[in-house]
């Protein structure tokens, strides 16, 4: 009779303390190497396709810029020089992942004012200015801008967000 009521109590006692683990939900992030990234990348979802009227419209230059993003736990205390470059594979592995036809844009339909960027300590986000010369796009091809991060200055270039591209579809 005595064993029917301690199985029981056994069972309640072992199952009641098993949950009193010092375990914690959160993951630790505060020892993280900083990550440069692309502010908004093809990893997010954000490519494109971005239509464009082409050379029959009177479209003006547009000015924009790409943000370059620090992953960190904390701000840095130093300044960063990020440099980033045109990466045409990034087109090519598009076009076969995709079924497309797009091709690199030319260098005379678009400026990037500088392929570095500096972003100053205390802060975690940087733009690099852009332009594009719509009235000159032709009539019907469709364009890439793929952008990479070349050199992070020390921080780890993200793996999934270290590119970016721009598709102009017409």
Known sequence: MKVKFLIPS???VCIFF????KDTPYMDVSNTAPI????????SG?????????DTAASP???????????????????VTITIAVDP???TAFNAANGTNFTVLPSNLYAISS???????????GSIPVSFNFPQFPASHNYALPLT???????IISGNSGTFMWLFQR
């Open 115 to 125: 392929t570095t960027i500096k972003i100053q300590a205390g802060h975690r986000v």
């Open 149 to 155: 991060i070349t050199n992070g200055d020390g921080l």
């Open 46 to 54: 954000n490519y494109g396709p971005f239509a464009y009227a082409g």
């Open 61 to 79: 230059v547009i000015d924009t810029a790409v943000a370059l993003a620090i992953a960190s736990p904390q701000v840095l205390t130093k300044d």
């Open 89 to 91: 594979t990034q087109v």
């Open 36 to 43: 440069i990234e692309f502010g908004i990348s093809p990893a």
């Open 10 to 12: 056994a069972l309640f």
């Open 18 to 21: 098993s949950s009193c683990l």
